[in-house]
């Protein structure tokens, strides 16, 4: 597929190295990202209450069920 280069550079990485969030909500907090690591945060700030992160390795999707103060991603299909 030819790249037009659209929708390119949507995403700034966190302070989690190797995560991408794409989408933030009125109080800053990511709302969609993704990460190509195996790992996703735990227990950090940032992430809002349903979250979603993609694992662009896999293509597992996780999502926040933990709180905006302390993250916890859990898989939505592995």
């Not at 190509?36 to 940032?46: E, K, L, N, R, V």
């Amino acid at each position: 597929m030819a790249s037009n280069n659209v929708g390119t550079n949507l995403s700034t990485e966190t302070g989690d190295p190797g995560v991408f969030v794409s989408l933030t909500d009125v109080n800053g907090d990511a709302i969609f990202g993704y990460s190509p690591s195996a790992s996703m945060p735990s227990a950090d700030a940032g992430y809002a209450k349903g979250c979603l992160l993609i694992n662009t390795t896999s293509g597992s999707p996780f999502v926040n069920v933990g709180t905006r103060t302390s993250s916890l991603f859990l898989t939505i299909v592995s």
